[in-house]
T-cell receptor, first 117, second 112 residues
């Protein structure tokens, strides 16, 4: 079974530029998550989708970050404009069903490492 | 609020040594508790979990027991191998949600 795919794996940009990350979850997984992992810290949830609807985006900096999952499958996360403090690994995860109906393991992709200069 | 505190690393051990990585949590309600592992160059993987007090999660020789009285979920392994070298994250899932809160991670280095 194919895992969660993310691209690109690495990205270097200058501050104030824009960047986009792509995630393809495991086939059939309804719930998709984007996490931000700053060096030396644990992952922090940015946004959670259930199919193509947003469940939780309370920690997404909406002035510069946006995310979409138009057809309930792939998702993109965009940062515009980037700041130095956005340097981090951006992780995508998916699970079969969300919303605490029962415990469903979150499967993580390899992440995209963003460096903002 | 909800938070996870785990011991700072790196933890450096010789092969076949005993491992303990401490994890304590603060949570409202009854969280589920997890240990995730991140091998070099790979994504996070679930190592083990426990969903209620006194549950013991186990996998690949690793164990952790959900201790409600001490709000702890310490990770242990009796005999570590070089291949166990990785970063280990303790996490909790907020009650009645599927929102994960992670600790800062502990790097384990095992030498032959």
């Amino acid at each position: 079974e194919a895992g969660v795919a993310q691209s690109p794996r690495y990205k270097i940009i200058e501050k104030r530029q824009s960047v986009a990350f792509w995630c393809n979850p495991i086939s059939g997984h309804a719930t998709l998550y984007w996490y931000q992992q700053i060096l030396g810290q644990g992952p922090k949830l940015l946004i959670q989708f259930q199919n193509n609807g947003v469940v939780d985006d309370s920690q997404l900096p909406k002035d510069r970050f946006s995310a979409e999952r138009l057809k309930g499958v792939d998702s993109t996360l965009k940062i515009q404009p980037a700041k130095l403090e956005d340097s981090a690994v951006y992780l995508c995860a998916s699970s079969l069903v969300g919303l605490a109906l029962s415990y469903n393991e979150q499967f993580f992709g390899p992440g995209t490492r963003l460096t903002v200069l | 609020g909800n938070s996870v505190t785990q011991m700072e690393g790196p933890v450096t051990l010789s092969e076949e040594a005993f491992l303990t990585i401490n994890c304590t949590y603060t949570a409202t309600g009854y969280p589920s508790l997890f240990w995730y592992v991140q091998y070099p160059g790979e994504g996070l993987q679930l190592l083990l979990k426990a969903t209620k007090a006194d549950d013991k999660g186990s996998n690949k020789g690793f164990e952790a027991t959900y201790r409600k009285e001490t709000t702890s979920f310490h990770l242990e392994k009796g005999s570590v191998q070089v291949s166990d070298s990785a970063v280990y994250f303790c996490a909790l899932m907020i009650y009645n949600t599927d929102k994960l809160i992670f600790g800062t991670g502990t790097r384990l280095q095992v030498f032959p």
